[in-house]
């Protein structure tokens, strides 16, 4: 699916990233992704689904985040939580990341234009429904 299509379907806010891994020769970047609001795919408003994905982005042409962030992205344990994800164009993605670690939160951006992405259920899903 294009990046467009992955925005479109799944709805990444309050999901942590577990795991980042990018390989420039490759033109791959990998996440790994606790998500927890995935009504979006489903189109009903009082589901949230969550479950582990791994989300595969290939053919990377541009991998961007801020620099003083490096060691946030990359760490063995993050703690990162998507506030945001737009669209720039059909094969670019914008994540709004915050980092709650001491002694202050940080909040950085990823840009991520791709020509593909793929995601692979890591965990089973589970569904909960809410009455509001």
């Known amino acids: ?36 609001h995935w009504w979006a795919i489903y189109g009903k408003p009082n589901e949230m689904i969550i479950g582990v994905i791994r989300v595969t982005f290939t053919d990377v042409s541009r991998f961007e985040y801020d620099a003083d962030a490096a060691n946030r992205i ?34 950085y951006r990823l840009t991520i234009c791709a020509a593909c992405v793929e995601v692979k ?4 899903l589970e569904r909960f429904i809410f009455d509001y």
């Open 1 to 36: 699916m294009t990046v467009k299509d992955f925005a479109d379907k799944y709805f990444l806010h309050d999901s942590g990233i577990e795991e980042i891994e990018y390989d420039a020769a490759k033109k791959s970047l990998v996440l790994k992704i606790d998500s927890c």
């Open 74 to 107: 990359f760490a063995a344990e993050l703690n990162n939580e998507i506030f945001d994800s737009d669209v720039e164009d059909r094969d670019t993605l914008i994540l709004t990341i915050g980092d709650y670690l001491p002694p202050e939160d940080v909040f």
């Open 121 to 124: 259920e890591l965990a089973e």
